[in-house]
């Protein structure tokens, strides 16, 4: 039949509903009217006609709600009449509506918020156009990973690459911003020009910078992150072409970068042009200063970029050089998130495992509550009410509640990322670019639709299934009472099974945390306070001007009161910065095509006990050690043990320089940069010896420490007695303690993410298991009653109902268990200091659910107790 | 003993419903053929019409009527009725022409189908 003419009845139906009924119940009426007249004329008298009149017409509202029933939009209306009904049901109970809305909300808020951080950080990639063309290039040493460029071999590599559309590197460096208010310290880059471009982007305001700007004399130009532009210049557009002071050098504002970008990463304030004819890198042509980005050019796939990058690796190498190496291509994305990747899977699976076992507690909560409807659903039935009707009814709750309950959870993932960006975007930049975005909001539908049909549907059936007649005479439990005691019995096995399987992953996940904290740094960070300053050029432009600060401040910072023991070292543990340089050993020299390296710690007097580093032999440098006297270093036991595992290294000679030092004492292995990771061949020297080019290269950056009998005055006493010295010098106060815990930042962060999706999921297995027990109860009330006539004391009716409780929880916590067995390998990538199978936690886990099951199931097993049998035998 | 037309609502029955739905749907068409009616007086005549085979009951006359309407075949307007009560009158659109030829004709066709059917041995 056509549609278009039936519209106007369509809409005239559903919005002018009075004006419809009325002019039924008009055109009824006038009907019976109509036919009472003839009844009369066939000779009957009014009252006797009419009702006549009536009976033939056989019951006005039945023809009505006939012809209701084809009225078009009749379907619209129906879902609407559900939906208000439904509205009104919930409202009669608002305890249940709003527990099932809640563990919803927790069940789909807590998988929006982790889907949205793993949509943005793993699915979506590094922020760039045509990210998965950007790809870095590393070098592998026998001896180290993850090595960075030297100036001439990205030259080579820039003139001889054919995949690369555009090549280019950076490095980190810090920056004092002079000449603006009070100076300031700023972390930035040193890009070679094209590093915009390989990007794929814009500066926001004025110019990113031109090709020539990479040659010295033309790179005195910056460009300033969003952030630096808000803080320094008030956003004022008339920043272009201003100059302004780094490192006491001048420099000319070309661009601002839009407030999105902070490329490498969040620290990132401003970039500077990295001219690779300047004297920095002519001096040290084979330092590996560069970290290298390139974009692909269009359909070159990530095995050819490595095929083609170990051939052109043996080409872009000078015949002489004979280091044995080898070049490597990583993805941007693998770069920035890669380690990243399983923590943040595991979340997502805990995450995923809350949401169901949110599903199954609502499911349960539904049975219960339909279970207590079946009166009323079987008054429906008996009026008329088909199955598809009822099945809808519940339906149309069902789907009100995963509504309430989606719009919730949403409400709960934005604030969460909120407060987790708050919290923890500082350790964990890629949280900054998390948003919900559309995917998010996609998923969030689809979730809470999915839960929504999953607890709705079961419930549903089994309540219409309900035989009415039983219903209606209040025998229902034989009826429907096995078939929904299995599914509950089901679902809560399921829950207690999947909080099981989290609360390992949490235990073991806390576990590592806890090792990881304990871990021996080798040090004793307590009571340490570190002041970082870094000497200009301008201002400190030889070796002279530095080393005579370096005494000046130390013999300053040395009578502060309560310093104990004070050090300056350039390369602080936790500090995030490191040397890492080659030496020789006099009379070993290193296999051909190696070297030997080790960590280069420059260091004055007393700097081992100030941060509490033992000296296993040997002595510490004395203030004799200086430019004039024979060079001397100190050699950690990870260093010794590996070039004199059997004999004492005190007396050999090593030079990393010109000079050769002799080793005077051994010193512990200490962490400098990861607690979980092993200890690197260090040596220390005394920064008095340092050469004068060493210095004004690598020893511009002094971190004092000292150990304090009071650290709170200290902190306030070193910086000021370093600004006295210098006012111009941007000084940078930490405990060493707040250093290690920045270390340790990221996995803390997960830890208490996993504690509290575990919590949630902990709950929600007790409410199931308080609600089944609490309906086992109720149920067999009446058994309870005979049993307690019967003479059971309090004593055996708990452990009648406890013991229950502990056969539905056990057969889910032994599952659990199974199942966390061959799952948490997954963590194992994560995990640090314990096995996967640690079995302390496999043993703590059960028995502490056991625990919680037991107490869950405690309070219905007392009120089962307090049952009076006269009245329990009186019950249903 | 005249037959019942019941409008048929429930839908587990949908071929009976249908025949039955056509039936009445035709009756009904060929009552308003003639002149507007009242819904008494479509009652009426298809009583009349069909010798009194037929007693349409309001409870399937009045959705049949609403549904009619709906699909444009027939159009409504209050009226004065014989003795000056107001009625509800329908009388056929010129899409309710149409389809009370094409239901005539489909008609004829199964009842010579089925009339042969039957003859034959």
Same mark, same amino acid.
């Given at each position: ?72 939009? *009749? ?215 560069? *970290? ?77 509550? +339909? ?103 209040g ?302 109860v109720t149920q067999r009330y009446k058994e309870i009653g005979i049993r307690i006539a019967l003479g059971a004391t309090r *004593?055996n009716i ?54 919680? +099951? ?9 009120r089962a107790t307090r049952v009076d049998p006269v009245t329990s035998l009186r019950y249903e | ?121």
């Amino acid at each position: 039949m056509p549609f278009l003419p039936r519209i106007p009845s369509f809409l005239r139906n559903l919005t002018r509903r009075r004006k419809v009924e009325q002019d039924l119940a008009d055109e009824v009426s006038s009907y019976v009217d109509l036919s009472t007249q003839r009844k009369m004329k066939e000779g009957l008298a009014e009252p006797e006609a009419r009702r006549a009149a009536l009976v033939a017409f056989g019951g006005i509202e039945q023809v009505k709600e006939q012809v209701r029933e084809v009225r078009l939009g *009749r379907f619209l209306e129906t879902r609407w009449q559900d939906l208000r009904f439904a509205f009104r049901t919930l409202r009669k109970s608002p305890v249940f509506s709003l527990t099932v809305a809640l563990v919803l909300a927790l069940g789909i808020g807590s998988t929006a918020l982790m889907f949205t951080i793993v949509n943005s950080v793993l699915l979506e990639g590094p922020p760039y156009p045509e990210a998965d063309r950007l790809f870095m290039l590393w070098q592998r040493f026998p001896q180290e990973d993850h090595v960075t460029f030297s100036a001439h071999e990205f030259s080579a590599w820039k003139k001889q690459t054919e995949l690369f559309e555009t090549f280019s590197g950076y490095m980190g460096n810090g920056f004092t911003l002079t000449g603006i208010g009070e100076p300031a310290f700023c972390f930035g880059q040193q890009v070679t020009p094209s590093l915009f471009q390989t990007l794929g982007t814009n500066a926001a305001l004025g110019r990113v910078f031109l090709d020539s700007e990479g040659e010295v004399g033309k790179d005195r130009v910056v460009i300033l992150s969003h952030a630096l532009w808000r803080d320094k210049f008030g956003l004022r557009s008339d920043v272009l072409g201003k100059p302004v002071v780094l490192n006491g050098e001048p420099y000319i504002i070309v661009g601002v970068m839009p407030e999105t970008f902070d490329f490498p990463q969040t620290d990132a304030k401003l970039w500077v042009p990295a001219a690779l004819d300047g004297p920095l890198f002519q001096q040290h042509p084979n330092a590996h200063f560069l *970290r290298v980005i390139g974009r692909l050019k269009p359909g070159v796939t990530p095995q050819r970029l490595q095929t083609e990058v170990d051939l052109l690796g043996k080409r872009v190498d000078p015949p002489d050089d004979n280091t044995i190496r080898r070049y490597y291509a990583v993805s941007l994305k693998e770069f920035t998130t890669g380690q990243l990747r399983n923590p943040l899977l595991v979340l997502l699976c805990a995450v995923a495992f809350l949401l169901m076992i949110a599903c199954a507690n609502v499911a349960n909560l539904m049975l219960a509550r +339909a279970n207590a409807r079946q009166s009323e659903m079987a008054i429906r039935a008996a009026m008329g009410a088909s199955r598809q009707r009822l099945i809808a009814q519940l339906l149309m709750e069902a789907a009100v509640l995963a509504c309430i309950g989606g719009t919730l959870g949403l409400a709960i993932a934005v604030w969460g990322l909120d407060l987790l960006k708050l919290f923890g975007a500082e350790n964990i930049p890629e949280l900054a670019h998390a948003h919900i975005n559309r995917t998010a909001l996609c998923f969030v539908f689809l979730t809470s639709a999915a839960s929504g049909v999953l607890f709705g549907l079961g419930p549903a059936f089994t309540a219409s299934r309900t035989s009415f007649q039983a219903a209606l005479k209040g025998t229902t439990r034989s009826t429907i009472g096995t078939a929904a005691d299995r599914t509950r019995h089901v679902l809560v096995f399921a829950e207690v099974a999947l909080a099981s399987v989290l609360l390992i992953g949490c235990a073991l996940m806390m576990r590592s945390f806890i090792a990881l904290t304990c871990v021996d740094p080798g040090f004793r960070p307590e009571n340490v306070v570190t002041a970082d300053a870094g000497l200009m050029k301008d201002r400190y432009p030889d070796a002279g001007a530095i080393m005579r600060f370096y005494q000046n401040a130390l013999d300053k910072i040395r009578t502060l009161p309560g310093a104990q023991a004070v050090g300056v070292v350039t390369h602080l543990p936790f500090g995030g910065n490191n040397w890492g340089n080659t030496f020789e050993i006099e009379g070993r020299p290193a296999p051909t095509g190696t070297d030997y390296s080790a960590q280069m710690r420059p260091a004055s007097p007393g700097y081992f006990s100030a941060l509490g580093i033992p000296l296993k032999q040997g002595h510490d440098f004395s203030e004799s050690d200086n430019e004039t006297a024979p060079g001397v270093a100190i050699v950690n036991e990870a260093l010794a043990k590996q070039f004199w595992p059997n004999e004492s290294p005190l007396g050999k000679k090593i030079r990393f320089h010109k000079d050769w030092l002799s080793i005077v004492a051994v010193s512990g292995n200490i962490k400098h940069s990861r607690l979980d990771a092993t200890s690197d061949a260090e040596i220390y020297v005394p920064y008095a010896q340092l050469p004068a080019d060493v210095v004004t290269f690598l020893g511009r950056d002094l971190t004092f420490v000292v150990r304090s009998a009071n650290p709170a005055s200290t902190a306030s006493d070193l910086r000021g007695t370093i600004r006295a010295l210098d006012p111009q010098i941007v000084v940078k106060i930490a405990t060493m303690q707040s250093l290690i815990n920045e270390t340790i930042a990221q996995p803390r962060f997960r830890t208490w993410l996993i504690g509290v999706f575990s919590i949630f999921a902990l709950t929600l297995a007790c409410l199931g298991i308080y609600g089944v027990i609490a309906y086992l109860v109720t149920q067999r009330y009446k058994e309870i009653g005979i049993r307690i006539a019967l003479g059971a004391t309090r *004593r055996n009716i708990l452990q009648l109902i406890l013991a229950r409780t502990l056969k539905l929880t056990a057969a889910g916590i032994v599952a659990g268990l199974i199942a966390a067995f061959f799952l948490s390998k997954f963590l194992n990538t994560i995990l640090f200091g314990i096995t996967v199978h640690d079995p302390i936690t496999f043993i703590a886990v059960p028995a502490c659910l056991i625990a919680i +099951a037991l107490l869950a199931g405690y309070l219905p097993a007392r009120r089962a107790t307090r049952v009076d049998p006269v009245t329990s035998l009186r019950y249903e | 003993m005249p037959l019942q037309i019941i409008y048929m609502s429930n839908r587990d029955d949908e071929f009976t419903a249908d025949l039955l739905q056509g039936t009445l749907d035709l009756l009904v068409l060929k009552a308003l053929a003639a002149q507007p009616l009242h819904g008494l007086g479509v009652s009426s005549r298809i009583n009349q019409i069909t010798k009194g085979t037929f007693d349409v009951k309001p409870g399937s006359l009045f959705p049949a009527l609403h549904r009619m309407e709906e699909a444009s075949w027939l159009k409504a307007e209050w009226g004065e009725s014989e003795n000056n009560r107001r009625a509800k009158f329908y009388s056929l659109t010129k899409a309710g022409r149409r389809q009370l030829e094409t239901e005539t004709e489909d008609w004829q066709r199964i009842s010579l189908a089925i009339g042969s059917a039957l003859r034959a041995s």
